[in-house]
Nanobody, 124 residues
Framework: VQLQASGGGLVQAGGSLRLSCVASGRTFNNYAMGWFRQAPGKEREFVSAISWNGDSTYYADSVKGRFTISRDNVKNTVYVQMNSLKPEDTAVYYC??????????????????WGQGTLVTVSS
């Protein structure tokens, strides 16, 4: 499956952005999806995950209550709505897919496919 992330940009602290990730090449609803991020000089870290049908979601503590993950299996797209952004949210955000119809996954090694990343910069 090919993944194309978009929606990144420059935003002031306290602002909002919505990232999108469009999947192609396979049946999207056979895949659990996740978002990860990597800040300069840091390791890639988990942000959020969603099950194949959207019934289960999971968030990193650092974004819980501020970010919301969702998916539209008709549009083959997964989203993350990011509110109350902080400078520490600055990173390249990646979407990822794992062929699974059960569960949500927080480990990067659990995912089979990755998008190219979209840069989010939050200014103070």
């Amino acid at each position: 499956v090919q993944l194309q992330a978009s929606g990144g940009g420059l935003v002031q602290a306290g602002g909002s952005l919505r990232l999108s990730c469009v999947a192609s090449g396979r049946t999207f609803n056979n895949y659990a999806m996740g978002w990860f991020r990597q800040a300069p000089g840091k390791e890639r870290e988990f942000v959020s995950a969603i099950s194949w049908n959207g019934d289960s979601t999971y968030y990193a503590d650092s974004v819980k209550g501020r970010f919301t993950i969702s998916r539209d299996n008709v549009k083959n797209t997964v989203y993350v709505q990011m509110n109350s952004l902080k400078p520490e949210d600055t990173a390249v955000y990646y979407c990822a897919a794992r062929r699974s119809r059960s569960g949500v996954y927080a480990r990067a090694y659990s995912y089979d496919y990755w998008g190219q990343g979209t840069l989010v910069t939050v200014s103070s």
